[in-house]
């Protein structure tokens, strides 16, 4: 980027005006996944001090145009992956379908009693033991949802330790004989809470999209898994098939 004139007797905001320009070099000069210059190497081409160039960066991160990446700077959004939910849907097999690399990290396994919602989803007494398996989901290397699981302790009694990094649907699938039939998916828009928004890498005050899903024995109807997925609303489209 040359240096930019701003106009400064114009009476619109000098942000405003860095928006417009820097919307425009984006738009038309980067690709999704490239980083822009420094706050301070941008702030010296416009000729403005860094807090007014910061804001103007903020409108194209609120935009969702840009994102900050901590200690890494900011960078050019991916456009929004099409992801669809359906009643056999696969995270891995959905996104590989799409060319992309996707990645699992366990943040969290533990055995504790179901409270109520769980219970009733899972269709067991409130109190009865459940496994509890948190996992954040990366595509190209960055996070795009952290997935809640749950499933009934009785019945897979050693599936902490089995669980490692595989799909958790293919390990209930091949290790315990359940192929899995989503019966239920309700979507909501909603502020990141605990560490969700640390985890995903985003600000606490912009949206995720929350669903919350049973999936049942696809052979007898039996309940096998209640997962709550917040996704990144930003990185993604879902797409609601029958």
């Known amino acids: 980027m040359s240096l930019y004139a701003v106009d400064r007797e114009s009476g619109l905001a000098l942000y405003r005006q860095i928006a417009s320009r820097l919307e425009q070099e984006v738009r ?26 910061r804001r103007a960066v903020d409108e194209l991160v609120e935009a969702g145009l840009l994102e900050r990446r901590h200690g890494l700077g900011v960078f050019v959004l991916d456009t929004q992956l099409d992801y669809r939910i359906t009643q056999a849907t696969r995270f891995t097999e959905n996104l590989a379908s799409l060319g992309l690399m996707t990645d699992l990290r366990i943040l969290r396994k533990q055995t504790l009693g179901a409270i109520a919602g769980v219970a009733e989803r899972l269709d067991i007494g409130v109190g009865e033991a459940v496994h509890w398996i948190e996992t954040l989901r990366l595509v190209e290397g960055r996070p795009l949802c952290v997935i809640s699981h749950f499933a009934p302790a009785e019945r897979f009694p050693d599936l902490l330790e089995r669980f490692e990094r595989d799909s958790l649907h293919a390990l209930l699938e091949a290790g315990y004989g359940c192929r899995l039939r989503r019966t239920e998916s309700l979507v909501t828009a909603v502020l990141p809470q605990g560490d969700d928004a640390r985890m995903l890498g985003m600000p606490q005050n912009r949206p995720v999209l929350r669903v919350k899903s049973v999936n049942v024995n696809d052979r007898d109807g039996t309940p096998v898994e209640y997962a709550i997925t917040r996704f990144r609303a930003d990185r993604i489209q879902l797409r609601l098939n029958p």
């Open 28 to 53: 038309h000069r980067f690709v999704p996944g490239d980083g822009l210059p420094s706050e301070t190497a941008l702030a010296e081409q416009f000729g403005v001090n860094r807090h007014t160039l």
